[in-house]
């Protein structure tokens, strides 16, 4: 019997959809192995999401508003975690494949001294046995991993890889003690926010790319962001466009970017060099567009438009605009 | 200041990439090996930091490979580091991340450091826990995501990337921090960087030297990998021709309408 923690990664009571997916998939992993699902929430603003997780299948959201995490780098989460799980006995831990979720991941895992699977796209039980699906080498590779020697596990789950579904009988929301004896010293001094998509990368269903073949910066916010947000997704770019200034690096898509698994992904001017395809390989539906009919993009996208990109991104967003307002 | 990064010898992305069937591990040998790119961001950050704190600043490059990896380690050397230490032992083979940490502190500890650099993730395991893992194995304080030292002095402040922007942190030194791309690109090493670094010291640890028996290996791993195999393929789709832009975005648009995507 193990127990199953979820982190929830949040800020001021805002979350991603990525917790839900976690609280979702908690209840199944708990079922799985006999015990119960529990999920963190902490900083300010948690007790209000804490209310709002009440609604999805856990059995208790632990809950503490601390000023220490708003004020600390990642420490003050770890402790919290770590002595829920040693509380617990047994357990698995899920975090979000995240910057942040990593971060508090691998060290709750070092302190639990136990192992951790990260970017896992399925869960299920083998023999006994919690077994963590991931496609690895960018997708090349699809990878079955369990835990041994240890009665913990760390997870890292993908945004986006399970299905978020309120329902259950309602948590039980209860107070989590702070760790006593602890002292912090990385301190957060502030938070900037620069001009970012709505929706991070990682969790968007849709994903509306660009590369060199744009020809310049300005259609990423001329075309490709309308586009986008006619889907309610995301813009994302290939490590040319990062590299040539046109857009932030956290909008870099591929090898020394970001991984993402979205329904939808749509590449306008995108060659599809390996460095690319490995950070998008898994996504659901890939539809390219390019002059270039043997563009290596139509290797592995399920559909290859060759026309102008610019011109096709602008009618399809007043397209995908007419059919929502029908 | 003494500044150290830890560097992971990966198989190239763009290399075929082969399974053995037996131990259900990616085979080594044989394939282009390189320093994991995003340890080369790393290496940059310090030899930036290097270039800015003047000569009594030095850059150590760490890395743990079961095989000889000297060769590849030349590059961090060619590129600017000081000297290189190399944890090559036969018993590392299926080190897990948890190992990785135990074994690199163990390594850390010897050398000596003021501060720790790590690439943010690997290009073939990417399971990105190594920075965390080892940072708790030192009982130093860990900075993930950094994407610009703004100062290293006595006290480290940087800006780590966050999902709508960045946060600016402070902290005390001795510290790691794991650093992501926007720290700047990696230079290329120099002829004289090439000529310079065949004359520079690599120091070889074996696992009983640093006293890490207990985390190396496949048998101390937390983890076991039961499968690794590649995926169901995902085939040539269709490529479409059409006789203008306004053509192309429909046939993508009834495209999405009938897999239900708009």
New interface residues.
Partial sequence: MSDVIIFVEQRGGHT?KVTFELATEARKVADMLGGKAHAVVLGGGAPALAEQLKGYPLDVVHVNDDADVDTY???PEVDYVEALARELGSSIVLVPN???G??I???V???L???????VTDLKL?DGKL?CVA????????????????EY?VV?VRPNAFAAEAGGAGATVQPIAKPAGKTY??????????A?AEI?LEEAA?IISGGRGLGSAEPFDSVLKPLAKA?GGAVGATRAVA?AGWV???M?IG???K?VSP??Y?AFGISGA??HK?GM??SG???A?NTD?GAPI???????????AL??????T???EA?RSA | MKIAVTVKIVPDTTAEKKIDAATKRLVRTGMNLVMNPYDEYALEAALRLKEQLGADTTVTVVSMYPENGKETIRRALAMGADDAYLISDAALEGTDAWGTGVVLGAALRKIGFDLIICGGLSDDGTTGAVPGALAEDLGVPGIANVRHIESAQGSLKVQCETDNGYQVVNGPLPALISVTMAVGEPRYPSLKGIMGAKKKPITTFTVAELDVAGAAGAANAKTELLSFAPPAGRGKGQVVKPDDSAQGARVIFDYLKERKLV
């Fill in positions: 991603r780098l990642a420490e995240t910057m942040h990593r971060d991941g691998s060290r895992a070092a302190r001294k136990t192992g951790i699977v990260a970017d083998e077994v496609p690895k080498l960018g997708g090349a590779f699809i990878t079955s991993s369990a835990f041994k020697n240890t596990g890292t010293v990385v301190k957060i001094e502030s938070h900037v926010e620069e970012a991070g849709v889907f590299d932030p690096y956290s870099q090898q020394t970017g991984t329904r939808l749509i390996i460095q490995v390989s898994t539906t890939i539809v567009v009919a139509g290797e592995f996208a399920d559909m290859l438009v060759v026309a102008n011109e096709v991104a602008t009618e399809l007043r397209l995908v059919n």
